[in-house]
């Protein structure tokens, strides 16, 4: 009874169909993958004895397409939540010029995190696939601070000077803060999420360090290029509501200054 029971397992019981089983080992996706392929490869030959065949079933074609979508996903959640942070910042600034340059060192990070992941050993799976869009959404506050200081005090290298030097100090301490914070997952008992949180504190000190020095750069050259960062340093204040104030010297030339008529010169 066992025998038969183990035989209708593997074939069907008008004997026309059966059930093949492959024992494949633990092996990464690319590997699964080639071999997957090897074996649909050689039940696609022609047997001329009118057997037919399809493709590999179980968990190494499941693996693969799952991979397959992962990847998938990930490019298409990157690429809108790019879009719509330009977007969003272009409705801010109300200026598309200034909202990309804003978005560069967000991109730049997002880039990076292939790099971090290789030399990490971190594999792409549905753990690490949010990788990317948590740094959009982490990331692009520590440009818009930046961004936006430097928009209110008008768009020059001074403007630029003291954004950094102001705003970098509260952003340096913003990354210090929620690094630390982050390593308490390192005491939660699932080991998936410990390369998770590597990663996520290595690319969050990253896109700090892109904001304090890479977006300031970029804003450097455009200004000493004479490319107005967004229609021109007055044109940036009176977008941000600021007036122009007299400095004392120009107030002491107007105090100095008499409106004389022709009577009084005679």
Not at 23 to 48: G, L
Not at 136 to 151: E, T
């Amino acid at each position: 009874s066992s025998d038969l029971e183990m035989r209708e397992l593997f074939m069907s019981s008008d004997y026309q169909r059966s059930l093949i089983y492959i024992d494949m080992p633990f092996m990464d996706v690319k590997s699964t993958e080639a071999a997957a392929s090897q074996i649909d490869t050689f039940a696609a030959q022609d047997t001329s004895g009118g057997i037919t065949s399809t493709k590999l079933v179980g968990v190494a074609s499941v693996t693969i397409e799952v991979n397959t979508l992962i990847v998938g996903s990930q490019w298409n959640s990157l690429g809108f939540a790019l879009l719509f942070t330009v977007l969003t910042l272009g409705l801010v600034f109300r200026d598309v010029q200034y909202a990309i340059l804003t978005t560069i060192p967000v991109a730049f990070t997002v880039f990076m995190q292939w790099m971090v992941m290789d030399s990490l050993t971190v594999e792409l799976s549905l753990v690490t696939v949010m990788i990317g869009s948590i740094l959009v959404g982490v990331g692009v506050d520590f440009s818009i601070h930046i961004a936006n200081r430097v928009r209110e005090l008008g768009g020059s290298l001074d403007a630029i000077r003291i954004a950094c030097a102001s705003t970098g100090m509260s952003l340096a301490e913003a990354t210090t803060i929620t690094a630390a914070g982050l390593t308490c997952a390192y005491w939660i008992p699932i080991p998936a999420i410990k390369p998770f949180v590597d990663v996520i504190i290595i690319l969050l000190i990253s896109a700090a360090i892109s904001a304090l020095f890479l977006l300031p750069a970029i804003y450097a050259l455009l200004v000493k290029a004479n490319i107005s960062l967004s229609g021109g340093s007055n044109n940036m204040a009176r977008a941000a509501g600021l007036r122009r104030t007299l400095t004392r010297e120009e107030s002491s030339v107007i105090d100095a200054t008499l409106v004389m008529g022709s009577d009084d010169a005679w």
